[in-house]
């Protein structure tokens, strides 16, 4: 008579547990990727959550802009005369609008990559807005877009705010300015 056999025999014991080792390790592998597209992921969210807030505080700020004003009646924007496409910084009056009466010096600057705003209120610097590569600002004065803003017998309808990301590209706002025909 024959005996039967029972259980595995020790090839199919090794190859069991090759199999199982593979599926580990590419599980493992998954695992480690959906990781590390969610930690990307979630530090995309929180750049494009910067750039957001950051524009519409800069779109706040520049929207209620209270311009300077020299004896000849003539206007000035920010407190010296800017060239938008070369744009370092600027700074500015702008209307409280809890109250219409008050004004606070605003300043806004780009440092290593950094869109920084300072206000006479808070007088330390704030980072805004990080991996900024470049912005400027246009003036929409008189029926055509320019660069430049110095004293001019008019305010400008509108500025348009651009500023590129190193990892979101070009970001585009307009603002309409107040009181402005």
């Known amino acids: ?18 199999v199982a080792s593979v599926l580990l390790v590419s599980a493992l592998f998954i695992l480690r990727e959906l990781t590390s597209g969610s930690q990307r992921l979630r530090l995309r969210q929180q750049h494009i959550t910067m750039l957001v807030a950051g524009v519409q ?16 009646g003539n206007i000035l924007l920010f407190t010296e005369p800017l060239d938008g496409s070369q744009l370092s910084g600027l700074a500015f009056s702008s209307g409280l609008l809890s109250q219409r009466t008050s004004t606070m010096r605003i300043a806004w600057r780009l440092q ?3 869109i920084y705003r300072q206000t006479s209120l808070a007088p330390r610097w704030q980072a805004i807005l990080t991996g900024v590569q470049s912005w400027r600002l246009r003036f929409y004065q008189q029926g055509s877009w320019q660069n430049e803003t110095g ?11 651009t500023v590129t990301l190193s990892d979101l590209g070009t970001y585009q706002r307009l603002i309409l300015l107040r009181g402005v025909p």
């Open 151 to 161: 004293w001019q017998s008019l305010p400008p309808s509108a500025i348009e705010f």
């Open 1 to 18: 008579m024959k005996q039967t056999q029972r259980g595995f025999s020790l090839l199919e014991v090794l190859l069991s547990v090759a």
């Open 112 to 114: 290593d990559g950094v």
């Open 57 to 72: 505080q800069m779109h706040q700020d520049l929207s209620n802009l209270v311009p300077f004003k020299r004896a000849g």
